[in-house]
């Protein structure tokens, strides 16, 4: 069977002229009109970096044509822009901002409402001492480039990393020890509280030897004084001579040898004392002393 088809298209209207046979038949279809448009993605976006925007053209037949490529695309915000084809990209920002994303496409528009977040990554927390008072002016080291912070009159310290830091928070400060001595974060993707530490008054000994001039044999029985600020301590030298005294980081006064316990026996042949000053060690004294 022989037969012919034309079609032509106005408006919405598609319509078919078939001859068959010298008979004329025509069909006539209504295509799907154009309803509206819309944007797709996301509504949170990190600042320093982009996400890729969408338009649909939604028709009523329930069909849908992507036509992001030949919309126009505009936004609103000084932190941001999108490019031809729907790329929106941040820059920093300092705290939350707001922006429009506005696309355009055959007489149709759709707007997108964005959150461009502020990814500083906020870590913060209290060094105390085991009362539970806080310590100031104590260092904490943020590891791999995340910087320093010292804690304030409350022992409270806060410090912002960059998006995507990690590494470890070590605090230090002179003639303290702390617990725990440092602290891992493993990317951390939001502000974290609570990284305490406590620290403890570091302690050190001072110690040494009472002898005899001459022989080199450890007096027993000698009475050592430690003398700081109008306090006085003592301790006594063992059977070989030897005495240990443990005192604070920092403490500073006089260590001085005073008399047998059963009464003065000897001249002191050197020194009359010791002077430590702000101790920050270990520290060996040695007398030496002429029996009668």
């Not at 406590?198 to 450890?218: M, N, P, R």
Request: hydrophobic content about 35%; aromatic content about 14%.
């Amino acid at each position: 069977m022989n037969y012919t088809v034309s079609e032509y298209t106005t408006g919405s209207l598609r319509t078919a002229i078939i001859t068959v046979a010298g008979q004329i038949h025509t069909v006539t279809q209504i295509e799907g009109i154009s309803s509206f448009v819309e944007i797709s993605g996301p509504t949170l976006v990190n600042e320093n970096s982009g996400e890729q925007y969408t338009l649909t053209e939604y028709w009523s037949d329930g069909s849908s044509t992507v036509v992001t490529s030949s919309a126009s695309w505009s936004e609103d915000s000084t932190y941001a822009s999108i490019s031809s084809d729907g790329y929106l990209t941040t820059s920093e920002v300092t705290s939350d901002q707001s922006c429009t994303i506005t696309a355009s496409y055959g007489g149709m528009s759709d707007t997108h409402s964005v959150t461009i977040k502020d990814a500083t990554v906020y870590i913060s927390g209290d060094v105390l001492d085991s009362s539970g008072a806080g310590i100031s002016d104590v260092t904490l080291m943020f590891s791999n480039g995340g910087g320093t912070a010292t804690t304030d009159s409350s022992g409270f310290y806060s410090h912002d990393v960059p998006f995507g830091w990690s590494g470890t928070v070590t605090p230090s400060l002179i003639c303290y020890t702390f617990s725990p001595s440092y602290r891992n974060l493993p990317q951390p993707y939001e502000s974290i509280i609570n990284q305490d530490f406590i620290a403890v008054v570091s302690s050190f000994v001072i110690y040494g030897t009472v002898e005899h001039y001459l022989t080199g044999e450890g007096l027993s029985e000698v009475i050592i004084w430690f003398v700081s600020g109008g306090r006085v301590e003592e301790e006594r030298t063992d059977a070989s001579g030897n005495f240990f005294h443990t005192v604070e980081c920092g403490w500073t006064g006089v260590v001085r040898q005073v008399y047998f316990e059963d009464g003065f026996r000897g001249v002191l042949i050197e020194p009359d004392y010791y002077e430590v000053v702000f101790a920050m060690q270990d520290q060996r004294f040695r007398f030496l002393w002429q029996l009668r």
